[in-house]
């Protein structure tokens, strides 16, 4: 073994997939890309790690909701697109060819060209840790899209792409929560 920079050992410890998040934001929604997400309980409840360095923060405080979307690996330039650009001044669904799609709860889109999307409530905002608290309210998710693959930063510029699917369900069915 060899030392490493502190600094840099959050690479060890990939969070989840990469995901978008999207506001309402009148008159152009916006969306973020956000890498720092995790599953906080099944009710379900997740969070995400952002701040008013986002120019999606504002929205996320003000309406207390958003839709986490999911893309595959085939989105990955838009994916990298959206997260290097500010909705300050960019229309980020035109720019980057994204599709919205009313929700079924919240007023934030829902992406089209995504995996999956989750309608949030913000539940909790801990500013000192910069961690939005997140409640599933609603969720899609399109099987039948061609690439299903996941996207996960490493945090230094590279990615790591899910791979195959290990089936252990049997063995885990009395750990899991119902409907699983």
Not at 16 to 41: H, Q, R
Not at 96 to 125: M, Q, S, Y
Request: with cysteine.
């Amino acid at each position: 073994m060899r030392r490493m920079k502190l600094s840099s050992a959050f690479t060890l410890i990939e969070p989840g997939p990469v995901v978008w998040v999207t506001t309402e934001e009148p008159p152009n929604d916006n969306v973020m890309t956000i890498s720092w997400t995790m599953v906080v309980d099944f009710k379900p409840r997740f969070a995400i790690t952002t701040g008013p360095w986002n120019h999606s923060y504002a929205a996320l405080r003000k309406r207390r909701e958003c839709v986490i979307a999911i893309p595959a690996v085939d989105l990955l330039d838009q994916v990298i697109g959206v997260g290097t650009c500010s909705g300050a001044d960019t229309n980020k669904f035109a720019k980057f060819g994204l599709t919205r799609r009313p929700g079924r709860v919240v007023g934030a889109p829902l992406i089209a060209e995504c995996l999956a999307n989750i309608e949030c409530k913000v539940v909790d905002i801990v500013r000192k840790h910069s961690i939005v608290v997140l409640e599933g309210v609603a969720a899609v998710v399109n099987r039948a899209r061609k690439e299903q693959r996941t996207i996960h930063a490493v945090g230094d510029g590279t990615f790591i792409v899910d791979g195959r699917r290990l089936n252990r369900k049997q063995r885990m069915a009395s750990k899991l929560p119902a409907g699983l």
